[in-house]
């Protein structure tokens, strides 16, 4: 099944002026027929059976499913952190199902952003400089307009001096936000970004990436099981046995609750 892309909706990223950088085509991410299995013979398992999706620059898509299903195969492979065993990957016009694992490192670090369950900050460097550290890594300058803009939208003005062990779960979360939209990448991947969280703080992270996606343009794709996360979204996917089977645009909590419902022949989701 290929699932539309959508342009309708909320605005897209050349409409904003100062957006996101990096990226031309209306497409951020693209996987045409992938197929990605582990293992061989009787322990072969199939992770993704033929996946088709388009991820439309400036869109939020949530991904959702059971257990074992496919979301962090499928985000790994969109990202570029796994390799596929068929059928091809795009990030933007790049298609990254054909480069090295030197070239992989490189487009992962110059063009992709990651927010993790477990923030992965420093603990002996600040909020402003753990915000700026994978930059200076690479040897590049931020750019300080764009760097105050990210940091304001986060809501860090006043916490840039403190160490994460000075910060709240929540405000840790949102520097790990920071961190990865500081680089301008064409698009941020998160892997259960509000995991950790309680509620609240959760609810402010989810605000912040929406926020990012409707003040900077930028492109976010989230793996998720909790329905009020994929709320937020513009988008939600739903993946079961390595296929996507069902999407659905402007979701709410409770239209994601009662289609979890629907599924749930099957089982929980996580
Ligand atoms: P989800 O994120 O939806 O829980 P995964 O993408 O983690 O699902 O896994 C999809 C399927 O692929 C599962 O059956 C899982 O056991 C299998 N799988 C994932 N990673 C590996 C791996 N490194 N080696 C072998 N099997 C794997």
Same mark, same amino acid.
């Given at each position: 099944?290929?699932?539309?892309?959508?342009?309708?909706?909320?605005?897209?990223?050349?409409?904003?002026?100062?957006?996101?950088?990096?990226?031309?085509?209306?497409?951020?991410?693209?996987?045409?027929?992938?197929v990605?299995?582990?293992?061989?013979?009787?322990?072969?398992v199939?992770?993704?059976?033929?996946?088709?999706?388009?991820?439309?620059?400036?869109?939020?898509?949530?991904?959702?499913?059971?257990?074992?299903?496919?979301?962090?195969t499928?985000?790994h492979?969109?990202?570029?952190?796994?390799?596929?065993?068929?059928?091809?990957? %795009?990030?933007?016009?790049?298609?990254?199902?054909?480069?090295?694992? =030197?070239?992989?490192?490189? $487009?992962?670090?110059?063009?992709?952003?990651?927010? %993790?369950?477990?923030?992965?900050?420093?603990?002996?460097?600040?909020?402003i400089?753990?915000?700026?550290?994978?930059?200076?890594?690479?040897?590049?300058?931020?750019?300080?307009?764009?760097?105050?803009?990210?940091?304001?939208?986060?809501?860090?003005?006043?916490?840039? =001096?403190?160490?994460?062990s000075? $910060?709240?779960?929540?405000?840790?979360?949102?520097v790990?936000?920071?961190?990865?939209?500081?680089?301008?990448?064409?698009?941020? %991947?998160?892997?259960?970004?509000?995991?950790n969280?309680?509620?609240?703080?959760?609810?402010?992270?989810?605000?912040?990436?929406r926020?990012?996606?409707?003040?900077? +343009?930028q492109?976010?794709?989230?793996?998720?099981?909790?329905?009020?996360?994929a709320?937020?979204?513009?988008?939600?996917l739903? $993946?079961?046995? +390595?296929?996507?089977?069902?999407?659905?645009r402007?979701?709410?909590a409770?239209?994601?609750?009662?289609?979890?419902?629907? %599924?749930?022949?099957?089982?929980?989701?996580?």
């Open positions: 099944m290929t699932t539309a892309v959508g342009l309708s909706g909320h605005e897209q990223g050349s409409g904003h002026g100062d957006t996101a950088a990096g990226g031309r085509s209306a497409v951020a991410a693209r996987a045409s027929q992938v990605k299995a582990y293992g061989a013979g009787e322990t072969r199939v992770a993704l059976d033929g996946v088709d999706v388009e991820m439309a620059r400036g869109e939020y898509t949530a991904i959702m499913g059971p257990s074992g299903s496919g979301k962090s499928l985000m492979c969109l990202a570029g952190l796994d390799t596929v065993s068929s059928g091809q990957v %795009f990030l933007d016009d790049t298609e990254i199902s054909g480069l090295g694992d =030197k070239q992989l490192t490189q $487009l992962r670090r110059d063009r992709v952003g990651f927010i %993790f369950q477990s923030f992965n900050l420093l603990p002996t460097l600040n909020a400089e753990n915000i700026t550290l994978p930059m200076d890594i690479a040897g590049r300058r931020p750019d300080p307009a764009w760097l105050r803009r990210v940091v304001e939208t986060v809501g860090l003005t006043d916490r840039l =001096k403190h160490r994460p000075e $910060l709240s779960g929540g405000q840790q979360q949102r790990a936000v920071a961190r990865a939209l500081a680089a301008r990448p064409e698009i941020i %991947f998160g892997d259960e970004p509000t995991g969280l309680d509620s609240r703080s959760g609810a402010e992270v989810l605000d912040f990436l926020r990012s996606v409707d003040e900077l +343009g492109t976010i794709v989230m793996v998720t099981h909790d329905p009020v996360a709320s937020y979204a513009d988008r939600v739903y $993946l079961a046995d +390595g296929r996507i089977v069902d999407e659905m402007r979701p709410t409770e239209l994601v609750l009662d289609r979890m419902k629907a %599924f749930d022949g099957r089982g929980r989701t996580s």
